[in-house]
Each structure stands twice: as C-alpha cells, then as structure tokens.
C-alpha cells in the first residue's frame, strides 16, 4: 500500500519555526529570574543572531545587480510596447 504525502514548502516550514522560537522566546522572557529554562547565552543567541539571521533569510528579495540586471532594472511590458510602437511608427513615416 502507497501512502500519499503532502509535500511541505520548507520555506514553509522554516518560517513556522521562526515563529516558534519567537514564542519561545517570549515565553522565557515573562519567567521569572532563576525559574527560566534557557541559558541566558541561549536567549541572547536565538535574539540576536539565530531569529535575525533566519528572518533575514527568509525574507530576502534580489537586487538588480544579483539578478544580472546592472544599474538599471528591466523594462516593463508598457515600455517595450511603447518603444516597439515609436519604432514601427518611425518605419513608416
């Protein structure tokens, strides 16, 4: 017998932890000191660096220049419409 599984968007996936690990932290922030689970070293590495770096990560957009772009981004469809347009024009003037 096969089973059918749903494929899981890592993206997904990894953004839910995101959001659990902030939960986490905010959890262990409202305990009171000497009751908390965590390590301070611990909250201070999933504050400072492991939450901001997945963040970061996760909502990474390209530059112009990391898609190949140069200085200048690409045209949209209306402007090479009109330029196409202004070209055919000139032709058969």
């Known amino acids: 017998m096969t089973l059918l599984t749903k494929r899981v968007n890592e993206y997904t996936a990894l953004a839910g932890i995101v959001k659990e690990l902030k939960t ?3 959890r262990e922030s409202k305990r009171p000191q000497g009751c908390e689970d965590l390590t ?3 909250l201070a590495l999933l504050e400072e660096e492991i939450i ?3 963040e970061n990560e996760l909502n990474w957009e390209p ?3 990391d898609l190949g772009y140069g200085s200048e981004p690409p ?3 209306d ?3 009109t ?4 070209q055919h024009r ?3 003037n």
């Not at 330029?83 to 202004?86: G, I």
């Open 24 to 26: 986490i932290v905010a």
């Open 40 to 42: 301070p070293s611990m």
């Open 52 to 54: 901001p770096a997945l």
């Open 63 to 65: 530059s112009d220049t």
């Open 75 to 77: 045209l949209t469809a």
């Open 79 to 81: 402007e090479r419409h």
């Open 83 to 86: 330029a196409a347009w202004q």
């Open 90 to 92: 000139a032709m058969h």
